[in-house]
């Protein structure tokens, strides 16, 4: 039976996790070191013991040719992401019926993909992994590595959000103190945008893609010659060089 106590009935909070079924830190790595750059992402999971870390970082220095100092560089990064992600656990959040509009746009080697939908918050055993290997499958993509690339921009996006969602919990508990009589957390704070699942669609789905909407959702993939990936490349890392100087120079601004 449906609440008469205003509109909404109260939301129930969980403890913090990542709304699939593994509960698993994105890692992305973007390091330089005299010149010499490595970019990585993977996932890991929050409850191995922090010694893999530094495991993990020789093994890939050395599987890659790496110089020695990227060690230290590449297990700092990696903890230092771990060590964030533990630092929500055990914390409220809200999710409820919840789906949220999620973008894919990813240059892996030589393939773009772009692509969204709608990710269904509540199912707890979604399954990104799953996702991206039928996504390639569907879409003939045979670049082993877009996969794993497309499952971690996902979980990036799904982390993002109930990070969100634990500050919006944070914020109900003290507005609630101080303001007797608040029965719930409005949609647009507990789900970070997110919209009302059963309202829209009356079903459960971890992906989901309104009819009158395949035009607007359709997935892209393209595949660039070595010299085009190249000039996008290059592209890219100038774009994300400038955007580093003009936050460092916000930062001085906003220090001064």
């Known amino acids: 039976m449906k609440s008469f106590h205003g509109m909404y009935s109260k939301p129930q909070?969980?403890?913090?996790?990542?709304?699939?079924?593994?509960?698993?830190?994105?890692?992305?790595?973007?390091?330089?070191?005299?010149?010499?750059?490595f970019k990585d992402s993977f996932t890991w999971n929050p409850n191995d013991p922090d010694s893999e870390?530094?495991?993990?970082?020789?093994?890939?220095?050395?599987?890659?040719?790496?110089?020695?100092?990227?060690?230290?560089?590449?297990?700092?990064s990696i903890q230092s992401q771990i060590s964030e992600f533990r630092s929500y656990e055990g914390q409220d959040m809200y999710i409820g019926d919840k789906i949220v509009p999620l973008?894919?746009?990813?240059?892996?080697?030589?393939?773009?993909?772009?692509?969204?939908?709608?990710?269904?918050?509540?199912?707890?055993?979604s399954d990104p992994e799953e996702f991206a290997r039928t996504f390639c499958r569907d879409m003939g993509i045979l670049d082993p590595e877009v996969g794993p690339a497309v499952a971690v921009a996902i979980r990036e996006q799904l982390y993002e959000i109930v990070v969100q969602s634990v500050a919006s919990a944070r914020e109900f508990?003290?507005?609630?103190?101080?303001?007797?009589?608040?029965?719930?957390?409005?949609?647009?704070?507990?789900?970070?945008?997110?919209?009302?699942?059963?309202?829209?669609?009356?079903?459960?789905?971890?992906?989901?893609?309104?009819?009158?909407?395949?035009?607007?959702?359709?997935?892209?993939?393209?595949?660039?010659?070595?010299?085009?990936?190249?000039?996008?490349?290059a592209r890219e890392e100038r774009n994300a060089r400038l955007k580093k100087r003009l936050n460092e120079k916000e930062e001085i601004y906003l220090a001064i």
């Open 53 to 76: 870390v530094v495991v993990f970082a020789k093994r890939t220095v050395k599987d890659l040719k790496l110089p020695p100092a990227f060690i230290t560089h590449i297990a700092q």
């Open 173 to 233: 508990r003290v507005n609630k103190k101080s303001r007797r009589g608040a029965d719930y957390v409005s949609s647009s704070k507990a789900g970070g945008g997110s919209l009302d699942l059963m309202k829209l669609f009356g079903g459960r789905s971890s992906v989901l893609r309104k009819r009158k909407e395949w035009e607007f959702f359709e997935p892209i993939v393209d595949l660039l010659s070595n010299e085009e990936a190249e000039a996008l490349n």
């Open 103 to 125: 973008k894919i746009d990813l240059l892996v080697n030589n393939t773009i993909i772009r692509d969204q939908f709608l990710w269904d918050l509540s199912n707890l055993e």
């Open 13 to 37: 909070p969980i403890k913090f996790r990542i709304p699939t079924s593994e509960n698993l830190v994105p890692i992305r790595l973007d390091i330089e070191i005299d010149g010499q750059k």
